[in-house]
Structures are given as structure tokens and as C-alpha cells.
């Protein structure tokens, strides 16, 4: 029999096996299942204590939860009245689940509907509205602004999976609630456990009351100013991590510029791949190609630049790479006139090789593009 949901994860057996209808904690009644990932499944409950709905990430024995666990923890610590905290995503309950193999972390959340990712893959044309993309990065860049500026916590790692919308209608829950109630999720007998299948939300046609977009997934998250080491998905990298430089908050803003490129234009501005395999060195190609040459005093900063570029600053053409002059006003398919002008002139302001000069969440709030309507 094929192999469905987690089990197609190189994580299989290392998930607790949750059932439907199980009592977490005296508290948490599992009701269907969200979704699943590398390092979590994650279910539709009902909170017995407080007579609400929640959504319990269930993660695998071993995994690094206990990092989103202290972020999650250090910010819920932290007192602010900053607006962006709203729009990071927090932690109602932690606990610990034991299976016959060993702790499961659990963290409990607000239940939210679906992510970014599979908002656009349900929209008309794939892609988003210019007004949609602009409320959408409005609300991100506050909740980042809070993250750096009063929390000093680095995300690192955003990507549409991981930008997530509720609901303002509650009655979308309970719906789903008898859903599974009605027509039970498909399943598989696997040994001891089963495999439930996902329940996704679908809108119905002419559905409008989605709520704001809230930043998620902190598994990634570094809490202080400056750090090292490789994060960001491959063509989400910022290139001061390519080079192994020393990086901040300003890689956050270089991902939400890959990101929300991608959700505007249904297209990736950096692929960064040779033959479907990632390649530092096509990616630096591909920003070089868009962004034009990195200036030396920020090859200056790394050893590895020596790898792709000569003393000169000429592009050594590692794995037969190339530079091609397509510059970012180029990439734009679909704007014209003053709105083509805003549009690009936001993006440039967060692909800037030096993360220095990179404008920070707060500058970009005040951005011409997101303010003129």
C-alpha cells in the first residue's frame, strides 16, 4: 500500500501517533488532523476548559521544538504594546506527550485556516492582488518590526508556508468540527498506528471573512542581534549567509522580499538550482544578474566570496555559471506607470547586498509603495 501524509517523511517512526478522538492533557480533544511536516503533525482540537476550538502541534521524538518552545516562551515574557505583536503567532499551552518511543514536545495555538502558499494556489490568476500583497506585507512587516526592534528576535525562516490567516467568522470551526463528523477523514492501519488524512480548508465561492495574516513557525528563530551559521531555505538565503558571514535582522527582510516577489509575480526571482540541485554559486550568479555586481567592501567581509570572485571583483564562473544582465526593473510582468515605479523601488529597497544599507521593517512601513493606495 503507498505511502501517505508522514509517512512519506524521512522522519517516519519518529511521530507520535496520535489518534482522533484523544484527550491531551485532560484538555485537548482531537478532533481531525491539520497537516503534517518534517518535524510535526499538527490537529484540529477542542479546548474542554475553555469550550473553544485550538490547533495542538504534535512534534517527533527528537526534533528541535524545544528552540520554538523558548522563543515562543521569551516572547509571551516580554511586555509590549507594540501593534506588531499581535501579528506573531502565540502560545496558548506547552507540554510534554510520551509515546513508547520517547517525549513529544506539544505546543497549542489559536486555530488559524490555511497559509499563503495555499491561499494563492485557490486564487483566480495564482498570484495575489497588488492590494492584497500590500495589506499582506503591511501586517509583516509590523510583526517583524516588533520581533526586531522590541523582542530582538530573528525569524529566519519566511516563507508563505509559514504566514498563516484565521478567520473572523468562528462559525468557520465548528463547521469543520461537524464536517468530520458527517464525512470522516480517510485513514490507514499502519501496525499499532493510523494515518489520518488532512483536512484543508476550502472556502466556499464568494468567502471574505479572512482574518489578518499572522507570522508562524518560530522553530527557526534566533533571540538576540547577531549570530551565524547556515538558515533560510536554499533560494530564500540572503547572501551574507551564502558567504558565511556574520548576519541579523536584515535577513528577515531579504526573505520577505524573496517571498512576497513570489506571491506577487507566481514566479521565483532566484532559483539558485544546476540540473534541479542547489548551487551557492548559481544563486550568487542570480543575484549578481539582478542586483548587478556586490560591492567589495562587502566581499571584503567573507573568505568564501574568494570562491566566486577574484581579487577584482570578476565573476570566476564556479560550475560554469554565468552573469546575465537581467536587472530587477526587467522582472516585473505586470505593473505600469507610478504603481511599476513604487513597486519596484520597494523591492530594491530589500535586495541590497549589504544588509547595512538593506532598509530595516520599520523604514519600509514608510514606503511610498505600501502608503499610496
Same mark, same amino acid.
Given at each position: 500500500?503507498?505511502?501517505?501524509?508522514?509517512?512519506?517523511?524521512?522522519?517516519?517512526?519518529?511521530?507520535?501517533?496520535?489518534?482522533?478522538?484523544?484527550?491531551?492533557?485532560?484538555?485537548?480533544?482531537? /478532533?481531525?488532523?491539520?497537516?503534517?511536516?518534517?518535524?510535526?503533525?499538527?490537529?484540529?482540537?477542542?479546548?474542554?476548559?475553555?469550550?473553544?476550538?485550538?490547533?495542538?502541534?504534535?512534534?517527533?521524538?527528537?526534533?528541535?521544538?524545544?528552540?520554538?518552545?523558548?522563543?515562543?516562551?521569551?516572547?509571551?515574557?516580554?511586555?509590549?504594546?507594540?501593534?506588531?505583536?499581535?501579528?506573531?503567532?502565540?502560545?496558548?499551552?506547552?507540554?510534554?506527550?510520551?509515546?513508547?518511543?520517547?517525549?513529544?514536545?506539544?505546543?497549542?495555538?489559536?486555530?488559524?485556516?490555511?497559509?499563503?502558499?495555499? /491561499?494563492?494556489?485557490? /486564487?483566480?490568476?495564482?498570484?495575489?492582488?497588488?492590494?492584497?500583497?500590500?495589506?499582506? /506585507?503591511?501586517?509583516?512587516?509590523?510583526?517583524?518590526?516588533?520581533?526586531?526592534?522590541?523582542?530582538?528576535?530573528?525569524?529566519?525562516?519566511?516563507?508563505?508556508?509559514?504566514?498563516?490567516?484565521?478567520?473572523?467568522?468562528?462559525?468557520?470551526?465548528?463547521?469543520?468540527?461537524?464536517?468530520?463528523?458527517?464525512?470522516?477523514?480517510?485513514?490507514?492501519?499502519?501496525?499499532?498506528?493510523?494515518?489520518?488524512?488532512?483536512?484543508?480548508?476550502?472556502?466556499?465561492?464568494?468567502?471574505?471573512?479572512?482574518?489578518?495574516?499572522?507570522?508562524?513557525?518560530?522553530?527557526?528563530?534566533?533571540?538576540?542581534?547577531?549570530?551565524?551559521?547556515?538558515?533560510?531555505?536554499?533560494?530564500?538565503?540572503?547572501?551574507?549567509?551564502?558567504?558565511?558571514?556574520?548576519?541579523?535582522?536584515?535577513?528577515?527582510?531579504?526573505?520577505?522580499?524573496?517571498?512576497?516577489?513570489?506571491?506577487?509575480?507566481?514566479?521565483?526571482?532566484?532559483?539558485?538550482?544546476?540540473?534541479?540541485?542547489?548551487?551557492?554559486?548559481?544563486?550568487?550568479?542570480?543575484?549578481?544578474?539582478?542586483?548587478?555586481?556586490?560591492?567589495?567592501?562587502?566581499?571584503?567581509?567573507?573568505?568564501?566570496?574568494?570562491?566566486?570572485?577574484?581579487?577584482?571583483?570578476?565573476?570566476?564562473?564556479?560550475?560554469?555559471?554565468?552573469?546575465?544582465?537581467?536587472?530587477?526593473?526587467?522582472?516585473?510582468?505586470?505593473?505600469?506607470?507610478?504603481?511599476?515605479?513604487?513597486?519596484?523601488?520597494?523591492?530594491?529597497?530589500?535586495?541590497?547586498?549589504?544588509?547595512?544599507?538593506?532598509?530595516?521593517?520599520?523604514?519600509?512601513?514608510?514606503?511610498?509603495?505600501?502608503?499610496?493606495?
Amino acid at each position: 500500500m503507498m505511502d501517505i501524509e508522514e509517512e512519506t517523511m524521512p522522519t517516519n517512526g519518529l511521530y507520535y501517533p496520535v489518534r482522533l478522538g484523544e484527550v491531551f492533557k485532560s484538555r485537548y480533544e482531537v /478532533l481531525s488532523k491539520l497537516g503534517y511536516g518534517a518535524n510535526s503533525t499538527v490537529w484540529f482540537c477542542r479546548d474542554l476548559q475553555q469550550q473553544k476550538y485550538a490547533a495542538l502541534k504534535v512534534y517527533r521524538f527528537g526534533s528541535s521544538s524545544p528552540r520554538e518552545i523558548e522563543v515562543l516562551k521569551y516572547l509571551a515574557a516580554k511586555k509590549s504594546e507594540h501593534v506588531g505583536k499581535a501579528y506573531v503567532r502565540s502560545m496558548i499551552d506547552s507540554f510534554v506527550a510520551k509515546s513508547a518511543i520517547g517525549d513529544h514536545h506539544c505546543l497549542v495555538h489559536e486555530p488559524l485556516l490555511l497559509n499563503l502558499l495555499e /491561499l494563492q494556489a485557490i /486564487l483566480p490568476r495564482k498570484r495575489l492582488s497588488l492590494d492584497l500583497l500590500k495589506r499582506t /506585507l503591511r501586517h509583516l512587516l509590523l510583526s517583524l518590526d516588533y520581533l526586531h526592534t522590541e523582542a530582538v528576535v530573528v525569524h529566519s525562516d519566511i516563507q508563505a508556508r509559514n504566514i498563516l490567516l484565521g478567520t473572523i467568522d468562528q462559525s468557520v470551526y465548528s463547521d469543520m468540527d461537524a464536517a468530520e463528523v458527517q464525512e470522516p477523514s480517510p485513514q490507514k492501519i499502519n501496525g499499532d498506528s493510523i494515518i489520518y488524512q488532512s483536512r484543508r480548508f476550502h472556502p466556499k465561492a464568494g468567502f471574505t471573512a479572512w482574518g489578518l495574516p499572522v507570522l508562524c513557525d518560530l522553530g527557526e528563530a534566533r533571540i538576540g542581534s547577531k549570530h551565524t551559521g547556515i538558515i533560510q531555505p536554499n533560494s530564500f538565503r540572503a547572501p551574507e549567509v551564502v558567504l558565511g558571514m556574520e548576519w541579523d535582522c536584515k535577513v528577515d527582510i531579504w526573505n520577505l522580499g524573496v517571498m512576497a516577489w513570489h506571491l506577487f509575480e507566481d514566479d521565483h526571482l532566484f532559483d539558485g538550482r544546476i540540473l534541479g540541485q542547489h548551487s551557492d554559486a548559481q544563486l550568487l550568479a542570480e543575484m549578481t544578474s539582478v542586483l548587478g555586481p556586490p560591492p567589495s567592501s562587502f566581499l571584503e567581509q567573507s573568505e568564501a566570496a574568494l570562491k566566486y570572485w577574484g581579487s577584482e571583483g570578476n565573476w570566476k564562473g564556479v560550475q560554469g555559471t554565468e552573469i546575465k544582465s537581467v536587472p530587477l526593473e526587467d522582472c516585473e510582468e505586470y505593473l505600469e506607470g507610478k504603481e511599476y515605479d513604487m513597486f519596484v523601488g520597494f523591492f530594491k529597497r530589500m535586495f541590497v547586498w549589504n544588509p547595512k544599507e538593506r532598509a530595516t521593517a520599520r523604514e519600509l512601513l514608510q514606503d511610498e509603495f505600501l502608503i499610496v493606495s
